[in-house]
């Protein structure tokens, strides 16, 4: 079986696409630097911080600071927030709690928030809707574009997919938050992610 090169891909469209618009779907500054890096030369971005499975009201707020500063020190992409809703991540992770990290409810959590961003999109008039998910090492990039070309055939707004993690993408978010003295967490978000720990 031939394993897709979502990386491959993203690139063709960037090529094919300066100038357009997207909607960035982002979990975080760390995971949103690389990713910028790599799509603000092409598309007009806007960051989207919605994130209702972080643990707490506290979390969320400290990643959104963090997303917005390091916006402000860039310049790479505008900011849209949603506001917390940990209610929205409750009701999709239910039963599921006892699901080993990257099973089914991890898998409820992607699509949650990609159909939030590319009904957003939607809404918003974005030529592109995309996420920062896949930049890391312990999500399946391959699940996360699955949902997102999904979204796209049901909605029909583009799905700008993506594999951030390739060529040397996960290392160069890590210099890019050490160079902006970024707050890392360590865990993805959710409290079981946490506890996991």
Excluded: W
Aim: net charge positive; proline share 3%; glycine share 8%.
């Amino acid at each position: 079986m031939n394993k897709c090169n979502y990386d491959g891909l993203m690139r063709a469209e960037l090529a094919a696409n300066r100038g357009g618009t997207l909607l960035l779907h982002s979990c975080c500054a760390p995971c949103s630097s690389y990713c910028l890096e790599q799509v603000a030369p092409f598309f007009k971005t806007t960051v989207f911080y919605y994130n209702p499975n972080l643990d707490s009201a506290e979390e969320y707020e400290k990643r959104k600071r963090e997303q917005i500063r390091f916006l402000n020190e860039t310049g790479l992409a505008e900011f849209l927030d949603c506001g917390y809703s940990p209610e929205e991540f409750a009701a999709v992770a239910r039963g599921l709690e006892r699901e080993r990290e990257g099973g089914a409810r991890c898998k409820q959590c992607f699509a949650l928030r990609l159909r939030k961003t590319a009904e957003t999109a939607l809404r918003d008039g974005f030529d592109y809707f995309g996420t920062t998910l896949t930049v890391s090492p312990l999500k399946n990039a391959a699940l996360i574009n699955e949902i997102g070309f999904a979204l796209q055939q049901e909605l029909g707004v583009k799905y700008l997919p993506s594999d951030f993690k390739k060529r040397g993408g996960y290392q160069r978010s890590i210099e890019l938050s050490k160079e902006h003295g970024l707050y890392r967490q360590n865990y993805c978000g959710c409290i079981f992610s946490k506890e996991r720990n």
